[in-house]
């Protein structure tokens, strides 16, 4: 695993226990031995200086060789508590002291050269110090002269093996405590970064999911805080413009929907009276009965117009409301065939008995706009079929044109589209198909718009059953 | 020839129905408000009422509910297709059928004569006089008694009470009732079917919250029993 897989936390926990462990060690590791240097040189000094005070008070040896009594005594005064002594004369050596063999071999040649010498090492596993020294005679003009005895002194350094022993304890002990404390000082500090992260993740996921209103708390004045007022600053300049673009979206909605209602009472009073036109339009001569036919036919286009307007912008508002019903799907897409007149242009396949819970009305305006886009824009036969599968019923409305183009499919629910732009308005699709979506959606089906395996366009729509009332 | 009674506030929406009603052969008589209305009626009687639910003053729904204390003429309310609350609420008023304006004349005109036809029943009914327990239909002179009292029903309830009671414990859906009642069939509103059961329960029912005449089938629609 790299440093980067670790996460900002396990890399923070690393960093602090190794400053920690570094640290001590250093620290523990440098006071270990410069304290076990001072204790181990003043027990040394002190041997030392005690020995060779010892050693010149001794009483003259007279003669030599000393006898083994001689030394023996040498030896009594030397061993003091648990000092233990070897006095050696030549080959011989005091025998209530210990065997010069026990002796370091480099320290006894140090001796013999009459040097003052000490040194330690391991006795039967006990640190012991070794101090050595020879015996001094004073002649009679007071100077001295080694005498050959050699006089050591095995000071164990128990105690002193003790204390250093408590002092690497201790120096363990402060290294785990501050490895510990460096986790925990770790933990501490990864918490305190990773928080605001941790709270800025939150925020910018919630933004990002849409609520506009999300803000990050700013504590300090640190970088973190930093990041986080110019998160909310930039929050804010989105929740401002999208709040304004929906603002102006709304407006604009509105405003069609104002104005389709204003435009509904002329045309109410136009559509009243366009059948009188009609009639009328008969007996009036040459141009007169063209510009009444014009006016009824535009009449009604018009009131088409300004009532898919209305109907758009009712789901622009979220206003639309189904009313469902259980129908007979076939029968009802018969009867939307009949009351237009397209039962003999259109080839059906509409099996009985396929019940389904929808709005009468809105199933016909599906019908009816997929119904008459495939009339206006496919070419025959257009066939309409019915199936009802698995919860769902299916609808679909095909015709034998040359099909749909890619970049009409993609287009081909949109408002007031145009497949061909040259197409005049009158008899273009409008708004017919977004409707018809809508619609759709409505029923929380789907209408979906594809070209067949043969030629031809083909809309699909899908719509749950719903459950009978 | 009919006589209508045609309230609307819009002058021009006003003249341009009376001038299509009128070349149907209609003898028509047009107010701008419900007040003015309501006190022509009072003195003139006639056969239909098509009336504008938004009206200044009186509204329309007030205006039907004052005809339908008083007479049992058909209604046809003027709605606009965005306003479902309000069409039910007319229907709740009293309102026998509704069209959504702009309405061509040809449209107005075929509802007015699916009310009138409804209105003025069957003319030949072979049984004169039905009993259904406390309900007594007589189908050759059009009343309806329930404990020998009469119980007024409007045009559209009435033939909805025909219609279910001539085949009793028989399910009709809404699209029949519809079809049989309304002419309308798939492409009516089933809320007019539903708003006039209601009423009608109200009017001959014991407890509408468990009717026992006109019975909801649940997910396919109303019958007449079983008693």
């Known amino acids: 695993m790299t440093g980067w897989a670790l996460g900002l936390r396990g890399r923070l926990l690393l960093a602090f226990a190794m400053l920690g462990l570094t640290t001590t060690a250093l620290v523990a590791g440098v006071s270990y031995g410069q304290a076990r240097t001072v204790i181990l040189q003043k027990a040394q000094d002190a041997a030392v200086l005690s020995l060779v005070d010892e050693v010149s008070r001794l009483d003259p040896v007279r003669q030599l060789p000393p006898s083994p009594e001689q030394l023996n005594a040498i030896a009594a005064v030397v061993s003091t508590g648990p000092d233990a002594a070897v006095v050696a004369y030549g080959d011989g050596y005091a025998p209530s002291g210990l065997h010069p063999s026990e002796l370091p071999q480099p320290l006894r040649a140090a001796v013999r050269e009459g040097k003052v010498v000490w040194q330690r090492f391991s006795r039967d596993g006990t640190p012991t110090l070794a101090i050595g020294t020879q015996l001094m005679a004073t002649r009679g003009d007071g100077s001295t002269e080694p005498t050959g005895i050699e006089v050591y002194r095995l000071h164990p350094l128990d105690d002193e093996q003790h204390s250093i022993e408590a002092l690497a304890a201790l120096a363990w002990s402060t290294g785990a405590a501050s490895l510990v404390l460096a986790v925990l000082l770790a933990l501490l500090a990864a918490r305190g970064v990773l928080r605001p992260v941790r709270e800025l993740g939150r925020a910018a996921r919630r933004l990002g999911e849409g609520d506009l209103r999300t803000r990050a708390a700013v504590q300090g004045g640190d970088e973190l805080a930093g990041v986080a007022l110019i998160f909310n600053q930039t929050a804010e300049r989105l929740e401002r413009q999208v709040g304004e673009l929906r603002r102006m979206e709304a407006d604009a909605r509105r405003f069609v929907a104002d104005v389709s209602h204003e435009l509904r009472t002329p045309l109410a009073a136009m559509t009243a009276v366009t059948d009188v036109l009609d009639e009328e339009s008969e007996q009036l001569p040459g141009d007169a009965g063209k510009a009444a036919r014009l006016v009824s036919q535009e009449t009604k286009n018009l009131a088409q117009l300004v009532e898919d307007l209305i109907e758009i912008s009712r789901f622009d508002a979220g206003t639309a409301a189904l009313s469902r019903d259980d129908i007979d799907v076939a029968a009802a897409i018969r009867a939307t065939l009949r009351s237009r007149g397209w039962t003999e242009e259109v080839t059906t396949s509409l099996p009985d008995g396929v019940v389904a819970r929808l709005d009468p009305r809105r199933l016909d305006v599906i019908v009816a706009n997929l119904v008459g886009n495939a009339l206006r824009h496919g070419a025959a036969p257009v066939t309409v079929s019915l199936r009802a599968a698995a919860g769902q019923v299916e609808v679909a409305v095909s015709d034998s044109g040359p099909g749909l183009a890619p970049d009409v499919l993609a287009h081909v629910f949109d408002r007031f589209y145009k497949a061909d732009s040259a197409r005049s308005r009158s008899d273009g699709a409008g708004l017919g198909l977004a409707i018809a979506l809508e619609n759709a959606r409505l029923h929380g089906g789907t209408l979906v718009a594809g070209n067949r395996s043969a030629h031809g366009a083909v809309f699909t729509l899908r719509v749950p059953t719903g459950d009978p009332a | ?227």
């Open chain 2, 1 to 227: 020839m009919s006589r209508v009674l045609l309230v609307e506030d819009h002058s021009t929406v006003r003249e341009g129905l009376r001038i299509a009603l009128t070349r149907q052969g209609h003898s028509v008589e047009a107010f701008e408000s419900g007040e003015r209305a309501l006190a022509h009626l009072a003195a003139t009687p006639a056969d239909v009422v098509v009336l504008d639910l938004m009206l200044p003053g009186m509204d329309g729904f007030e205006v039907c509910r004052r005809i339908r204390a008083n007479q049992d003429l058909p209604i046809i309310m003027l709605t606009a297709r965005d306003d479902d609350m309000d069409v039910v609420a007319g229907l709740e008023a009293g309102a026998d059928d509704y069209v959504v304006k702009p309405v061509q004349a040809r449209v107005l005109e075929a509802r007015i004569r699916a009310v009138l036809r409804r209105s003025n029943g069957r003319a030949a009914e072979p049984a004169a006089e039905e009993r259904h327990r406390e309900l007594t239909i007589d189908r050759a002179a059009l009343v309806v008694r329930k404990d020998g009292a009469p119980v007024g029903l409007a045009p559209t309830e009435l033939r909805l009470l025909l219609e279910l009671s001539a085949t009793p414990g028989q399910v009709f859906s809404r699209q029949q009732l519809l079809e049989a009642v309304w002419d309308q069939g798939y492409l009516g509103d089933s809320r007019l079917v539903d708003a006039c059961v209601q009423r009608l329960r109200a009017k001959i029912e014991n407890d509408t919250t468990a009717p026992v005449y006109v019975q909801t089938v649940r997910g396919f629609g109303y019958r007449f029993g079983p008693l």
